[in-house]
C-alpha cells in the first residue's frame, strides 16, 4: 500500500486549504483511513478519522472547522481545512490502517500565517 499526500501550503489565518491522500496497492473494503500531524517539538497527533463505514471522528481541537471525507472508491481521502489558525501549522501525514497494519504518507506541510 502507497500513500500520496498533496495539498498543503501556506495560508493566513481564517483562510482554507484542502489536503488529498491518494491510495494506490492492496486495499481492503475494511481499511480506516486518517489524518495526522505534528507540529515543531511536538508529538504526532490524531486530527481525523474516517472508518470503513464512513464514520467520522475529529479531535475536539479542528471539530467545527475540518471535514475528512473520501470518494466513492474510499481510494482517495481528503480533509478539508476551514477557520485555520496558526495553531494548525505542522506536517499533516495521512495513514491507512487495515488488517493490523499502518501505512503513511509522506506527509503534507501546512503553515498558517497570522
Known amino acids: 500500500v502507497q500513500l500520496q499526500a498533496s495539498g498543503g501550503g501556506l495560508v493566513q489565518a481564517g483562510g482554507s486549504l484542502r489536503l488529498s491522500c491518494a491510495a494506490s496497492g492492496l486495499i481492503s473494503d475494511d481499511h480506516a483511513m486518517s489524518w495526522f500531524r505534528q507540529a515543531p517539538g511536538a508529538q504526532r497527533e490524531l486530527v481525523a478519522l474516517?472508518?470503513?463505514?464512513?464514520?467520522?471522528n475529529y479531535a475536539d481541537s479542528v471539530k467545527g472547522r475540518f471535514t475528512i471525507f473520501r470518494d466513492n472508491a474510499k481510494t482517495t481521502m481528503y480533509l478539508q481545512m476551514n477557520s485555520l489558525k496558526p495553531v494548525d501549522t505542522a506536517v499533516y501525514y495521512c495513514n491507512l490502517a487495515q488488517f493490523g497494519a499502518n501505512y503513511w504518507g509522506q506527509g503534507t506541510l501546512v503553515t498558517v500565517s497570522s
Open positions: 474516517i472508518a470503513s463505514a464512513g464514520i467520522a
